[in-house]
């Protein structure tokens, strides 16, 4: 984990709210990631950002939003359009936007009420 | 062994045995690979990683092997310790990562 940060550690959340994961970091890293992890299955890309003030959808964005207004944060949003939104959410970071290893926040474990 | 996209779901492994965790991968473009560790309830960590022009790579207790005649990628632990136990997953990337299931470790006393 060290120098990412993600709150809370456990969110639940009820029908119909949207939720704001929060992801920090102090490395000085462009690239910031989101995934989400189910059991039995690999993680898979919801959002990813290069820069600040740019971000693109992943694999399984739709359900998902997401913003980059400094280098430090990128906060991802739950919205009750994820009907299925129960899952390990997972943040990374990457040096650099070609760089390829990626570093993860130690997770926030959404649960729905 | 695990492959990106099937995995293999648990090893067992008496503690100071040496231990062997394997990912097939199938895309032959994928030029970087990394090993990751996960602990129940935390992010994964990263251990390791090789290039698609290396073989083997060796780091502190861990070796990775990389076969692209078969598209085989190993993780070799030495001395396996009851702090080894975690799940193992290996990422491929060629522009961005995908990544493999996991192999669950489970040390023996």
């Known amino acids: 984990d060290g120098g990412i940060t993600q709150s809370p550690k456990y969110l639940f959340r009820k029908e119909g709210q949207n939720v704001t994961l929060s992801c920090e970091q102090n490395l000085n890293h462009d690239a910031m990631y989101w995934y989400r992890q189910d059991p039995g299955q690999g993680l898979r890309l919801i959002y990813y950002?290069?820069?600040?003030?740019?971000?693109q959808k992943g694999d399984i964005a739709e359900g998902y939003s997401v913003s980059r207004e400094k280098k430090e944060s990128f906060p991802l949003t739950v919205t009750s359009a994820q009907k299925n939104p129960t899952a390990f959410y997972l943040c990374a970071t990457g040096e650099s936007p070609a760089a390829e290893t990626q570093y993860f926040g130690p997770g926030t474990r959404l649960l729905v009420l | 062994g695990e492959s990106v996209g099937l995995h293999l779901p648990t090893l067992s492994v008496q503690e100071g045995d040496n231990s062997i965790i394997n990912c097939a991968y199938s895309?032959?473009?994928?030029?970087?690979f990394i090993w990751y560790k996960q602990e129940s309830g935390k992010g994964p960590q990263f251990i390791i990683d090789?290039?698609?022009?290396?073989d083997k790579r060796q780091g502190q207790r861990v070796t990775v092997l990389l076969n692209k005649t078969v598209k085989h990628l190993s993780l070799q632990i030495a001395a396996t310790q009851p702090g080894d136990s975690a799940v193992y997953f290996c990422?491929?990337?060629?522009?961005?990562?995908?990544f493999g299931t996991g192999t669950r470790l489970t040390i023996i006393p």
């Open positions: 950002s290069q820069i600040v003030n740019d971000f």
């Open positions: 895309n032959s473009a994928s030029d970087y």
């Open positions: 090789i290039r698609s022009n290396m």
């Open positions: 990422a491929e990337g060629n522009e961005k990562l995908t």
